[in-house]
């Protein structure tokens, strides 16, 4: 199997050279070693409209919203719902940062352009086989930085219906509530990808944390 090469524009912050070096580099720098890791995308349409002469204003009543996908009725953990990831794989992923761009491209069609910083990497578990990490990352993409004027409806989301059967931009009263604005429930997959999310919007609401790209 060939390895998956990544946009040569992608932009990654500096905070997260720890995750540019080979897989099972990452896997073995950890005590125990890792048997795998999964990559999670927090992917945000931001509630800032910028104005024709560059100026930035957000609209009344406006809230960042997260990219959540619901699972395949025919695939694991059928019709609850998710941020975009998935396995890093050696061999194919250069990097878990590679992974986390082929994963977002293959779940959602959308092209990954920046990694603004990591949001999380402390869920852990245990399998056959050895420990497993969740890395949680907020990422921009194509047509949907913090650079234009952005509408979710502006972002072609493609889904792999063999994977995923539906998708939503939802904001964190939303998920708090477990439905969407139209009235989709939004059952999570597990509490600690509700965790991460949230901690993902506490990040862009609190200043002295917010993640900037550099």
């Known amino acids: 199997?060939?390895?998956?090469?990544?946009p040569t524009t992608l932009e990654i912050?500096?905070?997260l050279d720890a995750f540019r070096v080979p897989i099972r580099e990452y896997l073995a720098s950890t005590n125990p070693p890792l048997a795998g890791l999964i990559v999670s995308a927090l992917i945000f349409k931001p509630a800032k409209s910028h104005t024709a002469n560059g100026g930035g204003a957000q609209r009344h009543g406006e809230k960042d919203r997260v990219l959540l996908v619901q699972?395949?009725?025919t695939d694991g953990c059928p019709h609850l719902w998710e941020?975009?990831?998935?396995g890093?794989?050696?061999?194919?992923?250069?990097?878990?940062?590679?992974?986390?761009?082929?994963?977002?491209?293959?779940?959602?069609?959308?092209t990954v352009v920046r990694v603004r910083g990591l949001v999380d990497a402390e869920t852990e578990w245990t399998v056959k086989g050895g420990a497993w990490r969740k890395a949680?990352?907020?990422?921009?993409?194509?047509?949907?930085?913090?650079?234009?004027?952005?509408?979710?409806?502006?972002?072609?989301?493609?889904?792999?219906?063999?994977?995923?059967?539906?998708?939503?931009?939802?904001?964190?009263?939303?998920?708090?509530g477990g439905m969407t604005a139209d009235g989709r429930e939004l059952n999570i997959t597990f509490p600690t990808q509700t965790d991460i999310l949230m901690k993902g919007f506490d990040l862009r609401e609190r200043t002295d944390l917010k993640l900037e790209a550099q």
């Not at 199997?1 to 990544?6: A, G, L, N």
């Not at 890093?88 to 959308?110: I, K, M, W």
């Not at 949680?136 to 930085?145: G, K, P, T």
């Not at 063999?162 to 998920?175: F, G, N």
């Open 13 to 15: 912050h500096p905070s």
């Open 71 to 73: 699972r395949s009725a």
């Open 1 to 6: 199997m060939s390895t998956y090469s990544p």
């Open 83 to 86: 941020a975009p990831g998935g």
């Open 88 to 110: 890093a794989e050696p061999g194919v992923d250069g990097s878990p940062l590679d992974a986390l761009v082929r994963e977002v491209r293959e779940e959602t069609g959308l």
């Open 136 to 176: 949680s990352f907020e990422a921009e993409v194509e047509a949907h930085d913090q650079t234009s004027d952005i509408e979710a409806d502006t972002v072609d989301v493609v889904l792999d219906p063999a994977e995923h059967q539906d998708y939503a931009w939802v904001s964190r009263e939303e998920l708090a």
